[in-house]
């Protein structure tokens, strides 16, 4: 059982199943402990292609959560969390990315897990060469936060401002930590680094902001106090160490 498992919610995109697999071989994080897991929709006209890149660039050993059909990237990422810690209750812990997010640094997973035993619970995050250390575009967290909460994204998005929500929490309860020497490059069309597709167009819209940062907002006001202090909780309980990377579950599901 892999020590770190990394939730790619995608549509559209059956390309990226091989270019995430190479860069992930490249830097060598699935020999330290890390596995790639893609939630994709039943409905997406693309879906036959991802499982055929999937059985081809890592037969039988990469995941896959499939939903009925569409729902937002955070539902879907939330959803498949679900799923993964009821199938393995002993998973130490988890993490995010978009399918437009790709590791540089050889070793990343390995500082990853290492700085979470350090922390005994918390989050880590590194430079995506967007938003630095201002923001966790993409992050990984002990799976103890994420049984306590029962959501990997503590706010109800659905696309955006579920990075400034993982930073609020983090922060607040005083476990977020950022690794700038680890480099996670975010491959997105806001830095010119990719076309702008469907996808893109669909989530960077007035609509999808205002909706999302009402959300954010409402989170903020009525939930994250009473998550702050279930997380400080954790944090408190766990203390420094690899409490929670011995197969038990920590916190309540």
Partial sequence: ???????????????????????????????????LMFAVDADDPTYPAYMAEIGRCRPG??????????????????????????AVPGLPALGFAGDDHL?????????????????????VYGDDRIQGARL????????????TLGRMVPADVEHLYCDDAIADLGRAAR??????????????????????????RRVNHPGQYA??????????????????????ALSERSGCGDQNFHGSPVGSG
């Fill in 61 to 86: 050993a990469l995941g896959t959560f499939t939903a009925r059909e569409w729902v937002p990237m955070v539902h879907k990422l939330n959803a498949a969390v679900v799923d993964v810690l009821a």
């Fill in 175 to 200: 476990c977020l930590r950022y690794l700038p020497d680890v480099v996670i490059e975010h491959v997105h069309p806001l830095a010119g680094r990719a076309a702008w597709d469907d996808q893109y």
């Fill in 211 to 232: 909706r999302d940062r009402a959300a954010y907002e409402r989170w903020r006001v009525e939930r994250m106090p009473d998550d702050v202090a279930a997380v400080k």
């Fill in 103 to 123: 590791p540089r640094t050889p070793g990343w997973a390995r500082r990853y897990l290492d700085e979470m035993r350090q922390m005994g619970t918390g989050i």
């Fill in 136 to 147: 966790p575009t993409q992050w990984a967290t002990t799976s103890d936060i994420v049984r």
């Fill in 1 to 35: 059982m892999a020590d770190l498992l990394v939730i790619v919610p995608s549509r559209g995109r059956p390309e990226s199943v091989a270019r995430l697999v190479e860069a992930w071989q490249a830097t060598g994080a699935y020999d330290d402990g890390a596995e």
